[in-house]
């Protein structure tokens, strides 16, 4: 029994996907200290502590809401979609799930609150807009293909990094939103491109993200628009100021980008085919993120 709970309890997690908050708030303290901001230590790590729980709020809710419509049972499983299973496998643990989500929300609550009272009012919109993210995305955003595709970026781009840029320095800054930008294209093509395979089963039950809604030649065509604006947004931060030259080393990523839209394009239309490039996809998406926070440290 106890194995069946740890099951559902570490598969909603979706564990593996965990990397993913860590790099984005990297890049709110990287431009925290490039604002002249000193990092408090409790706060770094109540910050990092509420991107991860946040993140995994969005993910037990979503398997358990996967599980309760039926999807789930319609999806196949790959290393970036169709969920973890694990609900499946144990369905009389499924309320685990729910558990973990619920609760990984309310104590992303408290940390919002907390931040809040010695920080300001200011940072209120921030934390009300995340919050919101999360309760309504696998049941009311999915159903919107503008707000699907940009939730997911606006989340861990604009909410994460100049959330945590204002948490440690008081302020928010321009150069926090020009840095944002970055996880906001990235991310945004991250769960663009891990829609691909559940295609079918995502319209069976009620979903209408963009690729169901366009189709999946358009949204290549996104998705590689998005790696082009990613980092002509990193140029556009360097010559408008706002973020220093050596961040320009995160332009090195713009080879496997375009390596990675090359395989996209041709394996679309074939999930086996287009694993592969999903998880380069990843690999894309983080060694951007560490670079460019990287680079601007050390530009102070």
Not at 39 to 56: C, E, K
Not at 105 to 112: D, F, H, P, R, Y
Not at 143 to 152: G, Y
């Amino acid at each position: 029994m106890k194995d069946n709970k740890k099951s559902v309890a570490l598969g909603s997690m979706r564990i593996p996907f965990l990397v993913l908050p860590p790099t984005c708030v990297g890049l709110g303290v990287a431009t925290a200290l490039y604002s002249g901001g000193t990092i408090d230590i409790l706060h770094l790590v109540l910050v990092l502590v509420g991107a991860v729980l946040a993140h995994i709020s969005v993910n037990a809710l979503n398997e358990y809401d996967d599980f309760k419509t039926g999807l789930d049972f319609k999806t196949i499983q790959t290393p970036f979609s169709g969920g973890s299973k694990a609900i499946p496998e144990n369905p009389e643990k499924a309320h685990h799930a729910l558990i973990i989500g619920v609760g990984s929300l309310v104590i992303t609550i408290l940390i919002g609150f907390y931040f809040i009272y010695v920080r300001g009012w200011l940072l209120l919109p921030v934390g009300l807009s995340g919050v919101l993210i999360m309760m309504a995305y696998t049941k009311w955003i999915t159903k919107s293909p503008i707000l699907c595709l940009i939730a997911p970026g606006l989340g861990f781009g604009h909410l994460m990094v100049m959330g945590t840029n204002f948490v440690l320095t008081g302020t928010y800054s321009w150069t926090s939103f020009a840095v944002s930008m970055v996880p906001f294209f990235l991310v945004s093509d991250l769960l663009l491109l891990n829609q691909f395979p559940d295609i079918d089963p995502d319209r069976e039950i009620g979903r209408k993200h963009l690729p169901i809604a366009v189709g999946k030649k358009t949204c290549v065509i996104i998705y590689g628009l998005f790696l082009a604006l990613t980092y002509f947004s990193i140029v556009a931060g360097w010559l408008l100021g706002l973020i220093p030259v050596q961040s320009l080393i995160s332009l090195i990523c713009a080879v496997l980008a375009i390596y990675t839209f090359a395989g996209v394009k041709k394996n679309a239309d074939s999930i086996a085919d287009l694993i592969p490039f999903m998880g380069k996809n990843v690999v894309l998406i983080l060694a951007t993120h560490i670079l460019l926070a990287l680079g601007i440290i050390l530009g102070i």
